[in-house]
């Protein structure tokens, strides 16, 4: 007597293992992995002394959840592969969750401080690290510049500058405007011959709405991971406060670039699919 065939208990099954799978890879796969993304940001006119300048833009790494020790030296040797101009930290080094003390605080920071770039290193904070009066300490150890509410003027080959200036997250209360006025104040100093280049770091990326003055050329921004878990067609599943009008990888909004980096770690829950962590390499050209 022949065995009686179940279709729909075998794709029931199939389904069962399917998803399964899925969730696996989500959680204890995907987020492991890191990629670089690269782009070209053209630009007319730019001098040769800065024509292949190189930035390195890092985000969202939520150290304490999932994203520990092992993967912050993968993440610095695969940035010193690239051999950075400048790296930029655009928020939530650290996890609100994260565990600190002072062994953790050194070993972060050492580790950060390996990552060479030869025009410098520049952070500002996320929301997360406003709750660890530890993120100063790391930042200042590790050898970027805390760029928060002010900004700095890069030089390389030649008296012509670029220009960058960072603000600290929305969740400080404080309005974005005040925040920069420093920086406007300086660039509304020169009739001519001022930085040839603008760049503003930003955590979230909606803030742009509230600038009532943008100078910038390039804004780079975190904060929204990208969605963490995006599906194809639909795209992200999940929209963060502060990354709800902004939350893809690219804006062009009048004549700013807008890039937000998919980020490295993730929030709440250490889970990804279909947006594999990044970072991101520019290379200005012209």
Do not use: C
Not at 240 to 249: E, R, S, T, V
Not at 267 to 283: A, V
Request: charged content about 20%.
């Amino acid at each position: 007597m022949k065995e009686k065939k179940h279709p729909i208990l075998k794709t029931v099954v199939f389904l069962i293992l399917l998803i399964s799978a899925i969730i696996a890879y989500g959680f204890f796969i995907e987020p492991k992995l890191i990629t670089v993304k690269e782009q070209k940001i053209i630009i007319n006119n730019l001098p040769d002394n800065f024509n292949g300048f190189k930035i390195v833009h890092i985000s969202d790494i939520h150290y304490g959840k999932g994203f520990d020790q092992k993967q912050l030296q993968k993440l610095v040797d695969s940035i010193n592969e690239q051999k950075p101009d400048i790296v930029v930290l655009t928020g939530d080094l650290l996890d609100k969750n994260a565990y600190l003390n002072q062994k953790s605080v050194n070993k972060i920071a050492n580790l950060l401080n390996k990552i060479n770039a030869s025009a410098g290193k520049y952070a500002i904070n996320g929301e997360n690290d406003l709750n660890f009066d530890e993120w100063m300490t790391i930042i200042t150890n590790a050898g970027f510049k805390d760029l928060n509410n002010t900004y700095d003027t890069i030089y390389k080959d030649g008296y012509q500058s670029i220009f960058i200036a960072g603000a600290s997250t929305k969740e400080d209360k404080l309005s974005i405007n005040d925040k920069l006025k420093t920086s406007i104040d300086y660039l509304n100093s020169f009739e001519k011959n001022g930085p040839i280049y603008k760049i503003l770091l930003l955590h979230e990326p909606d803030t742009i709405d509230e600038l009532t003055v943008n100078p910038f050329n390039l804004i780079l921004a975190g904060h929204s991971h990208g969605g963490q878990v995006r599906l194809p067609i639909i795209g992200p599943l999940i929209y963060k406060k502060g990354a709800i009008k902004y939350h893809n990888n690219y804006y062009k909004i009048e004549n700013t670039n807008l890039y937000i980096s998919n980020g490295l770690g993730a929030s709440d829950y250490n889970f990804r699919l279909f947006n594999t962590p990044s970072y991101t390499l520019y290379r200005l050209v012209n």
